[in-house]
Each structure stands twice: as structure tokens, then as C-alpha cells.
């Protein structure tokens, strides 16, 4: 089964800008393992941010947005609020089957 | 707007199995279908299938053939996670997501969770 990599943590600063990535053991990845990206707090399901690499929900904030970069997908934080303090989950297709990475923690501190 | 209700908490012996209801509104049952996700405690997500509601076609994780089943109830608009064979690292939160039909994709609207735990 293919391994989704993402950082285990990261801090981000209150109003800074903050870059999550999430790599495959298989190679880069592409647009064609149609990226989504979730927040989880603790307790409560994940709420989905973005899909297909780059596309929004209509109650994703302007402040996240995503990409392909350098062979990985990215989501970047744009001006760190204390309330995007969670963990964020990236989620690859590989077929029509579907892995999550292992999650990157965010501290706004 | 869209409502996914999961069934309430259970606990299952070893070996035994469990059935998880996920109860949708708001929409047309049939235009999308369900992903099915779980979360063992203190640790992160892990998908599991994913059924259209339109067909009835499904798509599984590998590690779950043989003792996963889901299905859908168009008249009741209820989308049913079962798992068989319980072991003890079974134990988790499984969590239903509306997906569209005809793919394993969408991820808008999620049910509350369901805890289900495994012990003797």
C-alpha cells in the first residue's frame, strides 16, 4: 500500500505564513492523485478544506490555500490565526483507492 | 441543508460485529454516495470504502476485503458501514462522508462520529 508522508509538526506564528506538504513513496505527486486537504480538533470530525490540490469549499477561509509544489502537494497558511491551531490530514487518490497521511500538528504560537 | 446522523456508540466482543448507520438529509439520497473513515484512538485517519448510493457499487481498502460491507437504503436514506471478525484494534471512531456517486471524491458533509470499541 502506497504511504503518504506529511510533517509531524510544524508552529506557525500568529499573522505568519506557514507551508504543509504531503509526499507519496510512489513518486511526486501529481494532480492526478486529486489532493484534499482536512483540519481535525480534537473531538470532532475532519472539515474539509480543500480539494483536488488547489480548489476551495465555499467556507474554506481566503487565508489557505493549496498546490503542487516541488512534487508534492502543499497547503499554505497565509496569516496564522489561533483558531487554525489543529491537525491537518492530507488525503491521496491512488486508483480510486484512497490514503491519508499520518497528519501534521499546527501550534499558532 | 445537509445532515449526515451516525448511530450511537457500541461495544463489541472480539470476533463479533458491528453495524453503523449513517442517516442523510438535505439532499437526493441517490445523487452521491458515502466514504466511510475511521480513527483509532490518539491516532490519525484511515479510509475505508466508499459505496455509490446511485448503483451500489463500492471501492475498499485492501486491508478490509473479506470483512467489510457496506450498503445503502434509499428508502430510509441511510448508508450502513459493517465490519466483521472484530479485533481489539478495531476500536475506533468511524466517521461516514457524503462522496459523489460516481467516484470516490466530495468529502463535504460529515456524519458526528461513531464510537466503536472492542474489548472482552
Known amino acids: 500500500q502506497a504511504v503518504v508522508t506529511q510533517e509531524p509538526s510544524l508552529t506557525v506564528s500568529p499573522g505568519g505564513t506557514v507551508t504543509l506538504t504531503c509526499g507519496s513513496n510512489t513518486g511526486a505527486v501529481t494532480s492526478g492523485h486529486y489532493p484534499y486537504w482536512f483540519q481535525q480538533k480534537p473531538g470532532q470530525a475532519p472539515r474539509p478544506l480543500i480539494f483536488?490540490?488547489?480548489n476551495k469549499y465555499s467556507w474554506t477561509p481566503v487565508r489557505f490555500s493549496g498546490s503542487l509544489l516541488g512534487g508534492k502537494a502543499a497547503l499554505t497558511l497565509s496569516g496564522a490565526q489561533p483558531e487554525d491551531e489543529a491537525e491537518y490530514f492530507c488525503?491521496?487518490?491512488?486508483?480510486?483507492?484512497?490514503?491519508f497521511g499520518g497528519g501534521t500538528k499546527l501550534t499558532v504560537l | 441543508q445537509v445532515h449526515l446522523v451516525q448511530s450511537g456508540n457500541e461495544v463489541k466482543m472480539p470476533g463479533a460485529s458491528v453495524k453503523v448507520s449513517c442517516e442523510a438529509s438535505?439532499?437526493?439520497?441517490?445523487?452521491?454516495?458515502f466514504s466511510w473513515v475511521r480513527q483509532a484512538p490518539g491516532q490519525g485517519l484511515e479510509w475505508m470504502g466508499w459505496?455509490?448510493?446511485?448503483?451500489?457499487?463500492?471501492n475498499f481498502a485492501q486491508r478490509f476485503q473479506g470483512r467489510l460491507t457496506m450498503t445503502t437504503d434509499t428508502s430510509t436514506s441511510t448508508a450502513y458501514m459493517e465490519l466483521k471478525s472484530l479485533r481489539s484494534d478495531d476500536t475506533a471512531v468511524y466517521f461516514c462522508?457524503?462522496?459523489?456517486?460516481?467516484?470516490?471524491?466530495?468529502?463535504?458533509?460529515w456524519g458526528q462520529g461513531t464510537l466503536v470499541t472492542v474489548s472482552s
Open positions: 462522508a457524503r462522496a459523489h456517486h460516481y467516484a470516490n471524491s466530495l468529502y463535504d458533509y
Open positions: 438535505g439532499y437526493t439520497f441517490r445523487s452521491y454516495g
Open positions: 488525503f491521496l487518490s491512488y486508483n480510486g483507492a484512497r490514503v
Open positions: 483536488d490540490a488547489t
Open positions: 459505496i455509490s448510493a446511485y448503483n451500489g457499487h463500492t
